[in-house]
């Protein structure tokens, strides 16, 4: 099957600095990708949905200067913490769409555990 | 706006059926999902099933759905201390939209 990856797998980093996440579509070409956070024991709560070549869309409330998304090929989005904060630490995953008719599988990557001290 | 609600906890002992259930709100959703996570992992897509099917079998794992009262449910045959993780379920309209996650249910397996 398809495969997504996520670099880095873990990161921990101080207060006030910018972290990026990278999410790559290993054997495939992915029209959309979407961003995920998760906090401890609760479930998945989308970020936003990265369309290569446009704009990101932001889910409500979530900061689109501090979550900076940039998805520049079909490969590849990339999701930057800007001044980053401990109650920025969680878990972040990404999917991948293949896109085409009738393609209703999304892959997603391994997420990135980021930890902000 | 879209909501799927499981049951947070299961416990079940090695060998038995264990079944995981899940209802959804959005009556536009098309396919429905079931993933699993291991501690300290990604997501791991199981199966899926679409809202015209009633019921999918793949080995130890059967999906069942009722779309007129909008649940779903997971049933894992011989279960497995392997199997001990937190399953969630998701819903979506289409491939390119994103999934609506349940708060998962943490399955632990007794030996």
């Known amino acids: 099957g398809a495969v997504v990856s996520q670099h880095p797998s873990r990161v921990i980093c101080k207060s006030g600095t910018s972290v990026k996440i990278e999410c790559r579509s290993l054997?495939?070409?992915?029209?959309?990708m979407f961003w995920y956070r998760q906090f401890p024991k609760k479930s998945l709560m989308l970020m936003a949905t990265?369309?290569?070549?446009?704009?990101?869309?932001?889910e409500q409330g979530v900061e689109k200067d501090k979550f900076l998304i940039n998805h520049a090929s079909l490969t590849l989005s990339t999701l930057t913490v800007t001044s980053a904060h401990p109650e920025d630490s969680s878990f972040y995953i990404c999917?991948?769409?293949?896109?085409?008719?009738?393609?209703?599988?999304?892959?997603f990557g391994p997420g990135t555990r980021l930890t902000v001290l | 706006g879209e909501d799927v609600e499981q049951s947070l906890f299961l416990s079940v002992r090695e060998g038995d059926s264990s079944v995981i259930n899940c209802t959804y709100t959005?009556?536009?959703?098309?396919?429905l999902y079931w993933y699993k996570q291991e501690p300290g992992a990604g997501l791991q897509l199981l199966t899926y099933?679409?809202?015209?099917?009633d019921m999918k079998q793949d080995q130890r794992l059967t999906v069942l759905l009722n779309k007129k009262d909008k649940h779903l449910s997971l049933r894992i045959a011989d279960t497995q201390t392997g199997d001990s993780a937190i399953y969630f379920c998701?819903?979506?309209?289409?491939?390119?939209?994103?999934?609506?996650f349940g708060k998962g249910t943490r399955l632990s397996v007794i030996a």
């Open positions: 999917s991948a769409w293949t896109g085409g008719e009738g393609s209703n599988e999304q892959f």
């Open positions: 054997d495939f070409q992915a029209t959309t």
């Open positions: 998701a819903e979506s309209t289409s491939g390119n939209t994103p999934l609506v």
């Open positions: 099933i679409f809202s015209n099917m």
């Open positions: 990265s369309n290569e070549g446009s704009k990101a869309t932001y």
């Open positions: 959005d009556s536009s959703s098309t396919y």
